[in-house]
């Protein structure tokens, strides 16, 4: 395989460094609505969702 042209090279490093913004993007949104999600399981159920007890656990 030849090796790539100075251009290309640039081409290839301003696409790249693009596409590491859309994925910083991306991981910002994801965490965003994590925390959304967070915030409404804990509205409906509380602030610690309680357990189901332990049907093989003693003191039933």
Known sequence: MPEPTPEELKREN?????RIVQLQSD????SAEVDRLRQERERLHGRRATQAPNPLGSGQ
């Open 14 to 18: 301003a696409y790249l460094k693009q």
């Open 27 to 30: 991981a910002m949104d994801l």
